[in-house]
């Protein structure tokens, strides 16, 4: 199974908002360049206001959230689940099998900070992560899934057992990796479905928990 954080809020400051005092005061108290740090809307909400998909952006705690919980499912420590974050800005990062990342958010984000920068991050010669510039439908066609099932409030309803038999023969599922909003039109056309767990709005952490362990019933159990 293939899982796809898509249009993630993963990204470095960007160049417009490096000027700004919130901004440079964050990046002074880390010891750090305005440009080598995270954007973060704890930290940085006065230089994001109306910045384009606002909503899309600075909160890297999301996505942390997410890793935390699909890279401790017996489905990836096994092997089974191969996990590709896609970022608001366009980049792809690659998660290497069976590693396991800081559980502290301060140490993900120095993490991340230095593989935006690097663009790869190894340890005892082994890859861990890797950075590429590349669109959501690149990334497809690397992965070649049998099917590309994505997760939104505006998908049609399904159960969990159903969506879990659908995701069988090597598919991919698409989560939205923001906190607000829904996929733009050019993620929501490369899948093949899309479908909607709960009537309520779920955070992403929360779907990635359920459909995995759904997921996981099927295999093996």
């Known amino acids: 199974l293939s899982l796809i954080f898509a249009e993630s809020s993963l990204e470095l400051v960007p160049r417009e908002l490096q000027a700004h005092r919130s901004v440079v005061s964050h990046a002074r108290r880390l010891g750090k360049r305005p440009g080598e740090i995270l954007l973060d809307v704890s930290w940085h909400y006065a230089a994001m206001r109306g910045i384009k998909d606002e909503m899309k952006r600075g909160r890297p705690d999301l996505i942390h959230m997410c890793l935390q919980n699909a890279c401790s499912t017996p489905l990836y420590l096994r092997g089974g689940l191969a996990i590709y974050i896609h970022t608001i800005s366009g980049r792809v990062i690659t998660i290497g099998s069976g590693i396991r990342l800081p559980k502290s958010y301060h140490r993900f984000a120095g993490l991340m900070e230095r593989l935006f920068l690097d663009g790869s991050i190894e340890h005892e010669g082994r890859r861990m992560l890797d950075l590429d ?88 159990m």
């Open 133 to 220: 510039t590349m669109g959501l439908a690149e990334v497809i066609e690397e992965i070649r899934p049998g099917a590309i099932l994505g997760l939104s409030t505006l998908g049609d309803r399904i159960q969990l057992p159903r969506l879990a038999s659908e995701l069988a023969g090597g598919s991919c599922v698409v989560i939205g990796g923001f906190q607000r909003g829904h996929f733009a039109p050019h993620v929501s056309s490369v899948m093949d479905a899309t479908y909607r767990i709960g009537d309520d709005p779920l955070e992403a952490h929360v779907v990635t928990s359920r459909v995995l362990y759904e997921y996981e019933k099927t295999v093996f």
